[in-house]
């Protein structure tokens, strides 16, 4: 089993900036690539991005430029850097682990995080 817990979700002004962490703990061996997902009220939960084992990362057009995905391997942790932010940008966003990347998108969605609010208001 895999756990997810993700964190540093709040609320801020548009243009800021604001990180996102996903720490993962238990069976992490299982784990062939991780990525970023958003969903915001009444629109369906969209892939915002992913990074594979190998340490390649991309990110959804949307938020090219703006957003960046990385990780710590001494931390067992993913991050999603946000910088400016935009109303639209406001979502709940979920840390989402599973099987190799195809066509850009995570094959066997197996693990999830509880979710995290983004909030971008002035």
């Known amino acids: 089993q895999v756990r997810l817990v993700e964190s540093g979700g709040g609320l801020v002004q548009p243009e800021g900036s604001l990180r996102l962490s996903c720490a993962a703990s238990g069976n992490i061996l299982s784990i062939n690539s991780m990525g970023w997902y958003r969903q915001a009220p009444g629109k369906q939960r969209e892939l915002v991005a992913t990074?594979?084992?190998?340490?390649?990362?991309d990110t959804a057009d949307f938020v090219k430029g703006r957003f960046t995905i990385s990780r710590d391997n001494a931390k067992n942790t993913v991050y999603l850097q946000m910088s400016s932010l935009k109303p639209e940008d406001t979502a709940v966003y979920y840390c989402?682990?599973?099987?190799?990347?195809?066509?850009?998108?995570?094959?066997?969605?197996?693990?999830w995080g509880q979710g995290t609010q983004v909030t971008v208001s002035s």
């Open positions: 989402a682990a599973g099987g190799v990347l195809l066509r850009g998108y995570i094959t066997r969605l197996n693990y």
């Open positions: 990074l594979a084992s190998g340490g390649s990362t």
